[in-house]
Structure formats: structure tokens, C-alpha cells
């Protein structure tokens, strides 16, 4: 499975819409087995959807993102997993794991509870 993160040196990038470096991780057995690091434009998420589907990457782990790049990476089929902070290595450490991201890793500010469920609401 290949996973893209939006990266900001050692980070995973605060802002999606300021993005330019993607980083792009094989998984193998929640290993990371191999990866590249791609140079894209934010301002055109229809590329990025395309960029992705030819590197066979369906999951997009970002910071803080937009409504319209959010919609449309999402309609083209990406899963989305946006609100992400911290050093991409332990991100992409508990995502292999299956670990899940939220809350560990969730943006201050950016989550809350559902009163009737106890779930995270972004």
C-alpha cells in the first residue's frame, strides 16, 4: 500500500495550501519499504488526485486543508486524512502500524467530541 503525506522538513506540513513536497511511502507488512518525495502545486488538487492515482497512492495524510482542494481530492477517490500534526516519521510509524492518527496526532484545535456518540468530530 502507498501512502502521500504533505511534508514540511521533518513535519507533516501545517497548512495543505502552502504544501509543495509530498512525501510518498510504500507499506508492506506495517513496515515503510521504500520512498520518494514528489514536488506538487496545492493550487491545482485535480493534479494531485491524477499524481496520485498514477503512484498508486489512495491516502493523502495533510495538516490544515481547504474546503474546495478537501472536496475535490476527495471526489476523485483519495481518502483524506487531513488535521495531522507532528514529525512525519511517528505519523507514518502509527499509520502503518494500523494505529490510529486521531487524537495522538490531531491538529490543537482541530477536533471535538460528538456529545451523542463520544466519537472525534473534526
Known amino acids: 500500500m502507498k501512502v502521500a503525506v504533505t511534508v514540511w522538513e521533518d513535519r507533516i506540513s501545517p497548512v495543505f495550501d502552502a504544501s ?6 510504500s507499506i508492506e507488512k ?6 520518494s518525495v514528489v514536488i506538487f502545486n496545492p493550487e ?19 495538516g490544515a486543508v481547504s474546503r474546495v482542494p478537501a472536496t475535490v481530492i ?3 477517490g483519495i481518502v483524506l486524512i487531513p488535521f495531522i500534526a507532528g514529525k512525519v516519521e511517528r505519523v507514518l510509524g502509527a499509520y502503518a502500524k494500523g494505529e490510529p492518527l ?9 477536533l471535538r467530541t460528538a456529545p451523542e456518540t463520544g466519537n472525534p468530530v473534526h
Open 20 to 25: 509543495r513536497r509530498l512525501l510518498v511511502v
Open 30 to 35: 506495517g513496515c515503510i519499504v521504500d520512498r
Open 44 to 62: 491545482r488538487p485535480s493534479n494531485l488526485v491524477k499524481t496520485l492515482a498514477e503512484l498508486g497512492a489512495p491516502v493523502l495524510i495533510c
Open 74 to 76: 476527495a471526489a476523485g
Open 102 to 110: 486521531t487524537p495522538t496526532f490531531v491538529m490543537p484545535g482541530c
